[in-house]
């Protein structure tokens, strides 16, 4: 049984920094690129970053300079570091796991909650 775990969100001010992180379970992890993508009330969910089994990174524009992914293979972790946070940072963020062979299957966390509001 696959399961993503996401840990770490809040409520922080303006300009602070929160670290999320998803632990993988029930995956051979080393095949997986994970991600983080975020869905805003009213809005679309999006991609925010991910990561390959081989550590290339992508992020969407609007964070980068700001947010950091990175992937403990040992620990079937994937973290993002959230640096300068704005309030339209403030969204559901979910973790993200898709297989990188066929079926190229994907799976969702449950989401945690990041508010930015001073």
């Known amino acids: 049984q696959v399961q993503l775990v996401e840990s770490g969100g809040g409520l922080v001010q303006p300009g602070g920094s929160l670290r999320l992180s998803c632990a993988a379970s029930?995956?051979?992890?080393?095949?997986?690129?994970m991600g983080w993508y975020r869905q805003a009330p009213g809005k679309q969910r999006e991609l925010v970053a991910t990561?390959?089994?081989?550590?290339?990174?992508n992020y969407a524009d609007s964070v980068k300079g700001r947010f950091t992914i990175s992937r403990d293979n040992a620990m079937n972790t994937v973290y993002l570091q959230m640096d300068s946070l704005k309030p339209e940072d403030t969204a559901v963020y979910y973790c993200?796991?898709?297989?990188?062979?066929?079926?190229?299957?994907?799976?969702w966390g449950q989401g945690t909650q990041v508010t930015v509001s001073s």
């Open positions: 990561i390959t089994s081989g550590s290339s990174t």
């Open positions: 993200n796991a898709k297989k990188e062979r066929w079926p190229f299957t994907a799976y």
């Open positions: 029930g995956i051979i992890y080393g095949i997986y690129t």
